[in-house]
């Protein structure tokens, strides 16, 4: 028996139930496995099961990942912090970056695309919370941010994402996923040209079933299919 393979079952299960509650349709939400900090034979564990979508945070580790499992059949996504200097190691890697949220990065993002002749998928990064210690642009920046992005050619705004706060009762983020949520159709409705949101990345193990009743398309769930992770241990 798989441990991850079981924990995936899980996690879908709990995923079923929330469409099913919210009246959505199962076909709209994906389950991305946040493998960070895990060594390869975890993410095997999860091929084997049938699940191919991978969610990391470090640009380094994601060369390593691929290096080992190749992109042949399996998806990557870029869900951390991403420093403008690194996009050029992940370009034409990873299917979608999560974490677009400043000029400065879009801009790399743009010129890694141009040079390629390739179109990036991205999504905005939000703090909807107004966390200090978060990434992320204010929702009040981020209609002006995406008019001003959306003129790069190379980089295709698909939608938001949000990290929500750490908390024991996930009810208290419905909120900030439903604010997220809003601030999507806001942004559509402005009708920006070439801008036509269709992703809401929201909902980690604590609070993925509020985030998918609330309209999450992706969910990033890594604890609760790999276990707790130890940032002490390297992964290589
Ligand atoms: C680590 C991480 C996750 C997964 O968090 P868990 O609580 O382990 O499910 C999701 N999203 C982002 C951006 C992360 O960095």
């Known amino acids: 028996m798989s441990r991850i393979g079981d924990n995936i079952d899980y996690v879908e299960s709990r995923i079923d139930e929330a469409c099913k509650r919210s009246g959505r349709d199962r076909k709209d939400v994906t389950l991305i496995c946040v493998s960070k900090t895990k060594p390869v034979p975890d993410l095997r564990e999860a091929l084997e099961h049938g699940h191919n979508i991978f969610g990391e945070n470090k640009v380094q580790e994601i060369r390593d990942k691929v290096e080992a499992l190749g992109t042949e059949g399996i998806h990557w996504h870029m869900i951390g912090h991403l420093q403008a200097n690194k996009v050029k190691y992940i370009a034409g890697v990873v299917d979608l970056i999560h ?5 400065k990065l879009a801009e790399e993002i743009e010129k890694q695309a141009a040079k390629r002749d390739i179109i990036i998928d991205v999504l905005c990064e939000v703090n909807m919370a107004g966390e200090e210690s978060k990434f992320g642009l204010k929702p ?10 959306s003129a790069l050619k190379h980089l295709k705004i698909r939608g938001l994402m949000t990290i929500a706060p750490y908390t024991e009762d996930p009810e208290s983020n419905r909120v900030y996923f439903k604010g997220l949520r809003e601030l999507k159709d806001e942004i559509n409705a402005a009708g920006i040209e070439g801008v036509n949101m269709d992703i809401l990345s929201m909902g980690m193990t604590g609070d993925y079933e509020v985030a998918v009743e609330e309209g ?6 890594g604890t609760g299919i790999f276990g707790e992770r130890n940032y002490a241990v390297k992964t290589e």
Do not use: Q, W
């Open 99 to 103: 974490s677009v949220d400043n000029d």
């Open 216 to 221: 999450a398309n992706l969910v990033r769930v």
């Open 140 to 149: 009040g920046e981020t209609l002006e941010f995406v008019k001003r992005i």
